[in-house]
C-alpha cells in the first residue's frame, strides 16, 4: 500500500469516527495504519539524520553521532 493511499484511508476513518464511530475491525485497521505511518515518518528522519553533518567553527564536516 503506498503511503498516499495509508494516508487517504486514515483521513477517512478519521471522518467515519466523528461521525457515526468505528467498528472493532475499523479500530484496528486504523492502529495498523498509523502504525505503518508512524514507521515511515520515523525512517525518513533517521534516513535524513544519517545524511546530515556538522560543521564545526573551523570548518571541519564529522557526521552526527548516535545516543
Known amino acids: 500500500m ?6 487517504a484511508r486514515i483521513n477517512e476513518l478519521a ?3 466523528k461521525t457515526e464511530g ?3 475491525e475499523e479500530l484496528q485497521e486504523r492502529d495498523k495504519l498509523r502504525r505503518i505511518y ?7 528522519l533517521v534516513g ?3 545524511s ?3 560543521v564545526d ?10 545516543k
Open 15 to 17: 471522518k467515519k469516527a
Open 48 to 50: 535524513h539524520l544519517e
Open 52 to 54: 546530515t553533518y556538522y
Open 2 to 7: 503506498k503511503m498516499d493511499e495509508v494516508i
Open 38 to 44: 508512524i514507521d515511515s515518518v520515523k525512517a525518513n
Open 57 to 66: 567553527e573551523h570548518g571541519n564536516k564529522s557526521k552526527l553521532k548516535h
Open 22 to 24: 468505528l467498528t472493532n
